[in-house]
């Protein structure tokens, strides 16, 4: 394909034709790259545009909540519930440290579930 480009402005072919021969290419093959490396982004940014709009989409799809998070939390957090994941297992750390190397072995002793 070919392509005609009229009343480009000096510096701008200015700087092409710096960059072309400091990167060891003609000023047409630099051009090239250049609109390769503009179709490439613009590709990336359709793309980009097409997935946020299906993230909405699902967003929207789901079942709004009735009650704020924090005030779930705070509800879970007021009976006592134990924490999920890495914040039971620094509970269970913190416990441990509290109780120091004998709790843990009297633990082990009496065959209480655990590590020793």
């Not at 510096?11 to 290419?25: D, I, M, T």
């Not at 179709?39 to 789901?62: D, H, N």
């Not at 006592?80 to 750390?93: L, M, S, T």
């Amino acid at each position: 394909m070919n392509l005609t480009i009229k009343n480009i402005p000096e510096n701008v072919y200015r700087e092409f034709k710096q960059a072309a021969a400091a990167q060891g290419r003609s000023l047409n093959a630099q051009l090239i790259q250049a609109l390769a490396m503009e179709a490439a982004e613009l590709e990336r940014r359709r793309q980009a545009r097409a997935s946020r709009k299906e993230l909405e989409r699902f967003v929207a799809s789901l079942p709004k909540m009735k009650t704020e998070s924090w005030r779930l939390i705070r509800q879970d957090r007021d009976r006592g519930e134990q924490p999920a994941g890495r914040a039971r297992r620094r509970h269970r750390f913190q416990r441990c440290l509290e109780m120091g190397p004998s709790g843990a072995r009297q633990r082990e002793i009496a065959g209480a579930p655990g590590r020793p």
